[in-house]
């Protein structure tokens, strides 16, 4: 699997990663361990963790992303790092919604509002 | 496509795949086509997709536990008022009142266990049929789901919380002030005579959610009990301050 384009790609700004999805849809249990696997190498990598994940190209999700998502911080926690979520379609916030994860994770309308309270 | 009558299900089309998680693209693609042919909106393919995938996934899963050997059974029909599908495994089956609430306190930070309720607030019938080995879902076009709901959010909102407990004379009015300056939020907080605050707060609902969140954090103790309405936001406000 290591050939295969990734699936994130993640740029640093002022000691954030930010981090977007390159895939549109976060739904197959495969892709989606093995973006928890980039995820979690990224967190590794980090000393002072703190993460953004841009969901500006996802339109669609499935409760194993959302699975990911909740390992991911968890492991940003244990390294008492800090994870934000931003630009998430309201399509995709009504999932988090219904699964009371909006109260877990915390999320921003835009990167720049992340951006500003890390 | 004549024939096919979601109230008839000897009508249904069907699609036997594999218990593989690459296999299964093959019947979402199937069902997916065939709410686009009859023209189904952007919300109710969303919904359908996502039962869809959870149906599959726990059917690839739980119900035949990744064995290669045994095949899941896709039924489906979609005509211009609704959509059925029915997804069978070779499983064990299992017991659908035995699944845990997902959203408890203590399951919250659980990393799985979500499907089931997906499915179920996606769509507008499930029913499980021999001990859970097959899971039933239907599909209004014209319902409005939750994500037609969603669609809504993207404007503002305005959320009014009636905050009950030890909430007044504690400061609860400055340091909501206090937090709403930190956010994109207007509105007023004050004492009503029967000894609640209440709050009423427009903005986007993302920021509202948060905003939220942060004044019960800073007034946990004091809370007993909020009881949260939305709206749609009047704009009436210019800032956020403490009302009489």
């Given at each position: 699997?290591?050939?295969?384009?990734?699936?994130?790609?993640?740029?640093?700004?002022?000691?954030?990663?930010?981090?977007?999805?390159?895939?549109?849809?976060?739904?197959?249990?495969?892709s989606?361990s093995?973006?928890?696997?980039?995820?979690?190498?990224?967190?590794?990598?980090?000393?002072?963790?703190?993460?953004?994940?841009?969901?500006?190209?996802?339109?669609?999700?499935?409760?194993?992303?959302?699975g990911?998502?909740?390992?991911?911080?968890?492991?940003?926690?244990?390294?008492?790092?800090?994870?934000?979520?931003?630009?998430?379609?309201?399509?995709?916030y009504?999932?988090?919604?219904?699964?009371?994860l909006?109260?877990?994770?915390?999320?921003?309308?835009?990167?720049?509002?992340?951006?500003?309270?890390? | 496509?004549?024939?096919?009558?979601?109230?008839?299900?000897?009508?249904?089309?069907?699609?036997?795949?594999?218990?593989?998680?690459?296999?299964?693209?093959?019947?979402?693609?199937?069902?997916?086509?065939?709410l686009e042919?009859?023209?189904?909106?952007?919300d109710?393919?969303f919904?359908?997709?996502l039962?869809?995938?959870?149906?599959?996934?726990?059917?690839?899963?739980?119900?035949?536990?990744?064995?290669?050997?045994?095949?899941?059974?896709?039924?489906?029909?979609?005509?211009?008022?609704?959509?059925?599908?029915?997804?069978?495994d070779?499983?064990?089956?299992?017991?659908?009142?035995?699944?845990?609430?997902?959203?408890?306190p203590?399951?919250?930070?659980?990393?799985?266990?979500?499907?089931?309720?997906?499915?179920?607030?996606?769509?507008?019938?499930?029913?499980?049929?021999?001990?859970g080995?097959?899971?039933?879902?239907?599909?209004?076009?014209?319902t409005?789901?939750?994500?037609?709901?969603?669609?809504?959010?993207s404007?503002?909102i305005?959320?009014?919380?009636?905050y009950?407990?030890?909430?007044?004379g504690?400061?609860?009015?400055?340091?909501?002030?206090?937090v709403?300056?930190?956010?994109?939020?207007?509105?007023?907080?004050?004492?009503?005579?029967?000894?609640?605050?209440?709050?009423?707060?427009e903005?986007r609902?993302?920021?509202?959610?948060?905003?939220?969140?942060?004044?019960?954090?800073?007034?946990?103790?004091?809370?007993?009990?909020a009881?949260a309405?939305?709206?749609?936001?009047?704009?009436?406000f210019?800032?956020?301050?403490?009302?009489?």
């Amino acid at each position: 699997m290591a050939d295969e384009k990734p699936h994130v790609s993640v740029k640093n700004s002022g000691g954030v990663n930010i981090v977007e999805f390159a895939d549109r849809k976060i739904l197959e249990e495969l892709s989606i361990s093995e973006i928890g696997e980039e995820l979690s190498r990224v967190v590794a990598g980090m000393d002072d963790v703190k993460m953004l994940l841009s969901f500006k190209n996802v339109e669609h999700l499935s409760s194993a992303a959302l699975g990911m998502l909740i390992t991911l911080n968890k492991h940003v926690a244990e390294k008492k790092g800090k994870l934000k979520l931003s630009d998430i379609t309201p399509q995709i916030y009504e999932v988090f919604k219904i699964t009371r994860l909006n109260k877990l994770f915390s999320v921003y309308g835009t990167a720049k509002e992340a951006l500003a309270d890390f | 496509m004549t024939g096919v009558d979601p109230d008839n299900e000897a009508t249904f089309c069907e699609c036997v795949i594999k218990s593989d998680l690459r296999e299964t693209c093959v019947a979402k693609q199937a069902v997916i086509e065939a709410l686009e042919r009859c023209r189904y909106g952007e919300d109710a393919v969303f919904a359908v997709k996502l039962a869809l995938e959870e149906a599959l996934t726990n059917a690839v899963k739980h119900g035949n536990r990744n064995d290669a050997a045994k095949n899941i059974i896709v039924r489906y029909a979609v005509n211009t008022e609704k959509a059925v599908v029915v997804v069978r495994d070779e499983g064990g089956g299992f017991l659908p009142d035995e699944i845990p609430d997902c959203t408890s306190p203590d399951r919250l930070p659980l990393p799985n266990g979500r499907g089931i309720m997906l499915i179920r607030a996606y769509t507008d019938e499930v029913c499980f049929r021999d001990h859970g080995r097959e899971i039933y879902f239907l599909k209004r076009r014209a319902t409005a789901g939750p994500t037609a709901a969603a669609s809504r959010r993207s404007t503002k909102i305005r959320r009014t919380i009636y905050y009950s407990g030890q909430v007044q004379g504690v400061g609860f009015r400055y340091t909501t002030r206090d937090v709403a300056s930190r956010f994109r939020v207007t509105g007023f907080v004050r004492n009503i005579p029967d000894g609640r605050v209440e709050l009423v707060v427009e903005g986007r609902e993302i920021e509202l959610d948060r905003f939220q969140t942060a004044v019960e954090d800073a007034m946990r103790g004091a809370i007993r009990d909020a009881a949260a309405t939305d709206a749609r936001a009047t704009g009436e406000f210019k800032k956020f301050s403490i009302a009489t």
